[in-house]
């Protein structure tokens, strides 16, 4: 059986939030820093979510190395909920389908849910979940501190 409750906070997130020091692992391991670059499959959109977001990441140390392929998918789900925000602003929430009956002839029509909506919802639910994990939510954000940022490495230089 897995753990109870909710997923802990990222260490980087609990020094950020202000969190007591005896609740913070100072003995974490950390990814060596180095160049954080975005993946080959992220499209083009996805990509311009990464370039705007990812250097501000990166400076406070919340994206590292570790962390590219959960930052992409979010990247990725935001290009995928702004595609499909698109699509439901252009044909509307309610669209009109045809209806065929067995033998694949058209009978009418019908009004029904935009299907990208759907797709707006998954993509939506993906944002949140994604973004929390990166203090990108709104409720993350408002309990963000940010203490002066000196020279050192890792949780101790944040600690100080």
Known sequence: MGKRGPAPKPTQLRVLHGDRRDRINTDEPQPDAGEILPPDWLSETALEVWETFAGDLE???VLTAWDTEAFANWCDAVARRRDAAQHVEDEGAVVELEVFNKNGELTGHRRAKNPWLLALDAADAQVQR????????????????????????GAERLLS
């Open 59 to 61: 400076a406070k140390r």
């Open 130 to 153: 994604y973004g929390a994990r990166f203090g990108l939510t709104p409720s993350d954000r408002a309990q963000l501190k940010i203490p002066n940022q000196g020279e050192g490495k």
